[in-house]
């Protein structure tokens, strides 16, 4: 299976602190995911990221997070000011869109303090 | 707005038995994909199975199928003599054909598989 990498497995921060979670997506894959999973809940979609541009977005999505792609490898996830109910694993994934799998990376495991 | 419903918030089976988990969605869409991530301890996401809605053979991996039934909207999981390495939570996600290509999961089943 093809292999998503995310770094770091595990971040711990204050809150009002800014985060930047890190993804390698599949280097041949064009459409990229964020989703997230506080503990014990189902996974919730976040952002959808195409031709280095959100193609969706969800209400949780607001404005104290963005995307971007900025070296053509990297994916980032950035929560500006973060809050204790971000407290959650935020997964990547990289999606075929000629088969519409998405491959998750293993996940950053975020606690806000 | 499509939603996956899993019923079975937890189910144990003996290991070498079969088990079935459930899963029914709501769309009034008519060509999508569904999906079986299983999420070990590990809280990785693997991708166990994909059926795409447009075929009614019913898709297989291994130890695991799928029963499809699409007028049903039910999309329900079969493990094969089960392994302790099953042991894990298990979500079934929905995804769109064209255009929403997000996955929308279901609140998860977790499965344990006892020696």
């Known amino acids: 299976e093809p292999e998503v990498t995310q770094t770091p497995s595990h971040q711990v921060t204050q809150m009002g602190q800014e985060v930047i979670l890190r993804c390698v997506p599949i280097?041949?894959?064009?459409?990229f995911y964020w989703y997230r999973q506080i503990l014990g809940q189902k996974v919730e979609f976040l952002v959808s990221f195409y031709n280095n541009e959100i193609s969706e977005k969800s209400e949780i999505f607001d404005d104290q997070f963005s995307v971007e792609r900025p070296d053509g490898s990297n994916f980032t996830l950035k929560i500006r000011s973060t809050k204790l109910e971000d407290s959650a694993m935020y997964f990547c994934a990289a999606g075929d869109r000629d088969t519409y799998e998405q491959y998750f990376g293993p996940g950053t495991r975020l606690t806000v303090t | 707005a499509q939603t996956v419903t899993q019923s079975q918030p937890e189910m144990s089976v003996q290991e070498a038995e079969t088990v079935t988990l459930s899963c029914t969605y709501d769309t009034s869409e008519s060509n999508y994909y569904l999906f079986w991530y299983k999420q070990p301890p590990s809280r990785q996401m693997i991708l166990v199975i994909r059926?795409?809605?447009?075929?009614?053979q019913n898709a297989t991996e291994n130890r695991f199928s799928v029963n499809f039934q699409k007028a049903a909207k039910s999309f329900s999981l079969k493990i094969s003599d089960s392994q302790l390495g099953d042991t894990a939570m298990y979500f079934c996600a929905f995804v769109m054909w064209f255009g929403n290509e997000k996955l929308t999961f279901g609140t998860g089943t977790r499965l344990t598989i006892i020696p």
């Open positions: 280097s041949n894959h064009l459409y």
């Open positions: 059926q795409e809605a447009y075929k009614q």
